[in-house]
């Protein structure tokens, strides 16, 4: 989509809600369904979902969340049937689900906690096809460009599992300025970004090593190059993001598949 000037805020909001009521309808979708946590993507994704008219589901799924992580999710479920009717929620607290496979002695096989934060993404994920197989509906994502095409920050077949994703193409900035015009909370606008994966709640920049901000930069600055002299701090962050922009290639690409060229 591109960037966006600021006075175009409400028709980026009405060409992605007609997108996305045009492919439900062209594919017989009645229902779109959206995993909440409290953040600003799912904020305004939900919102978009809500703003089509077709029955939206959204779920909290906490597993040993943080109180206030949770009561961010509580907020925006609020807002979000306070605004619109079609919007049908759902508590459903994972935390023995994800207790029962982590604490499972598989041969001795020590689980990583990288493995099991992402645990936390897939069974969230297994949860929202469950309901929205059950509700003639399709998965919405929630990621934007920066995770989702620039440095991978997504877990694969966790969050990154999902049928179609509105704001994939908005950078973070673009998000909070739509956030902003489709009247998200203040709370949540103003909330640290996170995953919700760590029971320590730690923030996207802990786990990244950079602010959304500077990995914007980045994508820019290699998409159209300024030319101009790397500040210390500028080659730290271009660092930062081309190493995890590799190592997260996989995730970022369709997987490979074995051509049988001699059939």
């Known amino acids: 989509m591109g960037e966006v000037m600021a006075e175009d805020w409400h028709e980026l909001e009405r060409r992605i809600v007609d997108w996305l009521r045009e492919y439900a309808n062209n594919n017989q979708i009645t229902s779109l369904v959206v995993g909440v946590s409290g953040g600003i993507d799912s904020a305004v994704t939900s919102a978009l979902c809500a703003k089509t008219g077709l029955n939206t589901i959204v779920l909290s799924m906490p597993i040993h969340q943080e109180k206030s992580q949770s009561n961010l999710a509580d907020m925006q479920i609020e807002w ?41 993404a897939r069974i969230r994920m297994t949860t929202l096809y469950a309901i929205a197989g059950s509700n003639n509906g399709i998965v919405v994502g929630t990621g934007n460009k920066v995770e989702d095409f620039g440095v991978g920050f997504f877990t694969k077949y966790g969050d990154g599992g999902v049928d179609i994703s509105p704001i994939a193409d908005l950078y973070k900035s673009e998000v909070y300025s739509l956030a902003e015009s489709l009247g998200v909370i ?55 993001y081309l190493k995890l922009n590799l190592m997260n290639s996989h995730k970022m690409h369709p997987i490979p598949i074995f051509k049988n060229t001699k059939r």
């Open 186 to 240: 203040p709370e949540i606008q103003d909330a640290s970004p996170t995953d919700g994966l760590w029971d320590d709640g730690r923030t996207d920049e802990d786990q990244i090593g950079a602010t959304y901000e500077e990995l914007e930069w980045v994508m820019k600055e290699i998409s159209k190059p300024s030319n101009a002299k790397l500040t210390k701090r500028q080659s730290e962050v271009m660092e930062i």
């Open 80 to 120: 979000l049937k306070s605004k619109w009717d079609n919007v049908e929620s759902h508590l459903i607290d994972l935390s023995r689900t994800y207790d029962t496979y982590s604490q499972y002695d598989l041969s001795k096989q020590i689980l990583s906690d990288l493995s099991l934060a992402n645990t936390r």
